[in-house]
Nanobody, 118 residues
C-alpha cells in the first residue's frame, strides 16, 4: 500500500521559515496530483497548495507569495517551503496524493505539526 510520511514541522517564530517534506513509499509519478492540507485546532481542514503531474501549482489565497510547493521525482518527495510564517499558519500539515485510476483514491500522511509563536 502507498505510504506518505511528512517531516519538517516544528516551532518557528513569526516571520521565520520551515520546509516540509512528504516522502512517498513509491514513485510520486504514480500520482495524478499531490497536495498539502492543514488543519488548525479550531478550524476545518483546508487545502493549502496543489501540484499536478505536469507541475501546475495552485495555492490558497492566504499563502500565495509566501509558500512554494514542489516535488523531486528522484527522491519521491514533495515539499512545501513556507516563508514569512504567521501565527495563523499554525496547524497540522498533511500530505495528500491522488492516484491515476478510477475510482479516485486519495492517500494521506500522518501529519506534521507546525507551530508559529514568539
Amino acid at each position: 500500500q502507498v505510504q506518505l510520511v511528512e517531516s519538517g514541522g516544528g516551532l518557528v517564530q513569526p516571520g521565520g521559515s520551515l520546509r516540509l517534506s512528504c516522502a512517498a513509499s513509491g514513485s510520486i509519478s504514480s500520482f495524478s496530483a499531490m497536495a498539502w492540507y492543514r488543519q488548525a485546532l479550531t478550524k476545518q481542514r483546508e487545502l493549502v497548495a496543489t501540484i499536478s503531474s505536469v507541475g501546475m501549482t495552485n495555492y490558497a489565497d492566504s499563502v500565495k507569495g509566501r509558500f512554494t510547493i514542489s516535488r523531486d521525482n528522484a527522491k519521491n518527495t514533495m515539499y512545501l517551503q513556507m516563508n514569512s510564517l504567521k501565527p495563523e499558519d499554525a496547524a497540522v500539515y498533511t500530505c495528500n496524493a491522488v492516484g491515476w485510476g478510477l475510482p479516485v483514491v486519495n492517500y494521506w500522511g500522518q501529519g506534521t505539526q507546525v507551530t508559529v509563536s514568539s
